[in-house]
């Protein structure tokens, strides 16, 4: 899986194995695409993805356990990590 971010015109970081899915994706659970949405996408570090997704705060305002984070991380499946807190 690859990692990639969008930061407008809403903040996502999406697992994924590659631009088209992570357009689906973020049309489906951030905002509706347009043709533009593709040059903002931009592919980043694993390492990056991964502390990102560790610093980032629940619902509650609270983070996660590192053993949930590390779960949801190495599942193998295409789906956002994270999305724009305004969305939620």
Not at 22 to 41: N, P, S
Request: glycine share 6%; no cysteine.
């Amino acid at each position: 899986m690859k990692y990639f971010e969008i930061h407008d015109p809403y903040y996502a970081l999406i697992k994924a194995s590659d631009k088209q899915e992570v357009l689906k994706m973020y049309v489906e659970f951030v905002a509706d695409g347009d043709d533009k949405l593709e040059d903002g996408i931009e592919e980043v570090d694993r390492d990056y993805a991964l502390l990102k997704f560790s610093r980032a705060k629940g619902e509650d305002g609270k983070l996660s356990d590192i053993s949930d984070v590390l779960k949801e991380f190495k599942e193998d499946e295409t789906f956002p990590l994270l999305i724009d807190g305004t969305l939620v």
